[in-house]
């Protein structure tokens, strides 16, 4: 898809398609009644008739509009004016994106950047937009023998602005919106692929393929034989019953000041979770391949990362295995000794993400990071706890949690901070090594989870990130979301901007 900003009047664009905007109450927004003036008030003899009432998800597609230098014109409801906020205006955007796809016209004009959103500018409005119509293109359908093919795809988007003035941060909005969105695509294509392809080997060779695409990135691969050498019990332990090797990725992108730490992204990589001896129900197991999507969001992240030049030092780190039972398999009891020479005691072998997350960041601490970020699927409590619209998100350093917490609010890929209080500790006491991987109770699992990984996480600033509500959607729209490649790229740009405004 190609994207461009322009500036110029509606009436005067010569397009297959023209998107405007009607409120609730059959009332035009200001670039459609510019266009309504000049082909003599036929749309509002339209909406006069009742054919558009203007509600959300309403749209009316006409043609040879009377004076109009444009194909068509395609009229999207928007509500009530005063009433759009992130939400609703990405609501619309996405159904416009939808509605459009269904014209048949190869290119489009829209005007619907004009809408006025509480606290949120210009650029802000043409991000969403070309995320909205990116997630409105995407299709997982590689794995199909017959696959959907639009009548006539929709090629190039055309993004009205008011002047030559806002040319510039449109454009600059464009590139952000793009690279997100090809971020999140690869997130959802990984998070989609069934079990039995997406490996951890499979994921080593996209993160290799990915190094190929962008020469900035540069791929390391430990192998089962590295991490024994290196004394990475935890995560080996997880890795026992399968006939899949564990691996190790590290992507390192290095495009900041030599000297500047790097931002540290560790990713759950568990390309399936049987939960091990610890067996989980049948119901809903296929879901479990998700369980990498940690991971996926760590190389949709580096690539938007890539796409966009970042002038910054950041370090993907995947932990990914494969949780099987098996003859080999960790056994409830067991006690294996961590990266960090801490010794864990594994009452329950369906809480392995933990223990693969463990070693990353204890391997992290070797770059000295400036912040260490983990992104997992880790505990159904956190669902139990928040639904499926925030990410979970607790760290030990609250102006690392309040960045990303902005982040979100800005890319609305919004976080909820939980609490990581030292109340909770003693909940993961043992008998018989430093620590238990869970608590002798349910109450409050993700908290008690994030406890168990803060005790990996001393000598650096960190986050936690548990996405096991927002990584993907269930029922009739089961899939992959992509989430949280908009958080976390949005992070990066603020540090970015950060490092720039401190130069």
């Not at 509606?10 to 998107?19: G, I």
């Not at 991971?295 to 030092?313: D, F, I, K, Q, W």
Request: net charge neutral; proline share 5%; with cysteine.
């Amino acid at each position: 898809m190609e994207y461009a900003v322009k500036s110029g009047n509606p009436e005067k664009q010569r397009t297959a398609c023209l998107v405007l905007g009607v409120y609730q109450s059959r009332r035009l927004t200001p670039a459609a009644e510019q266009l309504d003036a000049v082909c003599g008030g036929y749309l509002g003899v339209l909406l006069r008739r009742g054919d558009l009432e203007g509600k959300p998800g309403q749209s009316l597609l006409l043609f040879d509009v009377p004076e109009a230098q444009c194909e068509r014109v395609l009229l999207i409801g928007c509500g009530r004016e005063r009433e759009i906020d992130d939400r609703r205006f990405r609501k619309i955007a996405a159904h416009a994106a939808a509605a459009l796809n269904d014209t048949g016209a190869t290119e489009a004009s829209i005007y619907l950047t004009e809408l006025s959103v509480k606290g949120r500018d210009l650029d802000w409005k043409i991000r969403q937009l070309v995320e909205a119509a990116e997630d409105a293109r995407y299709r997982f359908d590689q794995l199909k023998s017959k696959k959907d093919v639009p009548r006539q795809p929709l090629r190039k988007i055309i993004l009205g602005v008011p002047g030559r003035r806002e040319l510039a941060g449109g454009e600059r909005a464009v590139r952000e919106g793009v690279a997100i969105a090809a971020g999140v695509a690869l997130a959802k294509d990984l998070g989609n692929l069934p079990p039995n392809v997406c490996t951890p080997t499979y994921l080593a060779e996209r993160a290799q393929a990915l190094a190929r695409e962008f020469p900035a990135l540069r791929v390391e691969v430990l192998e089962e034989a590295d991490l024994e050498r290196l004394g990475t019990g935890a995560l080996l332990s997880v890795t026992r019953g399968s006939a899949q090797p564990a691996k190790l990725i590290r992507l390192d992108y290095r495009q900041g000041p030599a000297t500047a730490r790097p931002q540290i992204l560790i990713g759950k990589g568990v390309t399936f979770d049987t939960g091990g001896i610890s067996l989980k129900p049948g119901e809903g197991m296929d879901e479990m391949k998700f369980d990498m999507c940690g991971a996926a969001s760590v190389l949709g992240t580096l690539r938007a990362c890539s796409e966009l030049n970042l002038p910054l030092n950041v370090i993907g780190l995947i932990p990914a295995a494969e949780n099987m039972p098996g003859g080999r398999a960790s056994r409830p009891g067991d006690i294996v000794t961590s990266l960090s020479g801490q010794t864990v005691e594994i009452l329950n072998t369906d809480a392995e993400g933990r223990l693969i997350l463990c070693d990353a960041m204890t391997y992290a601490e070797r770059d000295q990071p400036a912040a260490v970020i983990d992104i997992a699927t880790l505990t159904g409590a956190c669902i139990i706890a928040l639904g499926r619209h925030p990410h979970g998100l607790f760290g030990n350093h609250p102006p690392l949690v309040h960045a990303l917490v902005a982040a979100g609010h800005a890319a609305y890929d919004r976080a909820w901070e939980l609490p990581l209080w030292e109340d909770y500790q003693e909940g993961l006491d043992s008998n018989f090594a430093d620590m238990a991987n869970v608590a002798g109770n349910r109450d409050g699992g993700a908290i008690m989870a994030a406890c168990f990984l803060s005790r990996f996480a001393k000598k650096f600033h960190w986050a936690h990130l548990d996405i096991a509500g927002t990584a993907w959607k269930t029922g009739k729209a089961k899939g992959a979301t992509g989430r949280p490649v908009p958080l976390l790229t949005q992070y990066l740009l603020d540090r970015a901007a950060e490092a720039k405004d401190k130069s």
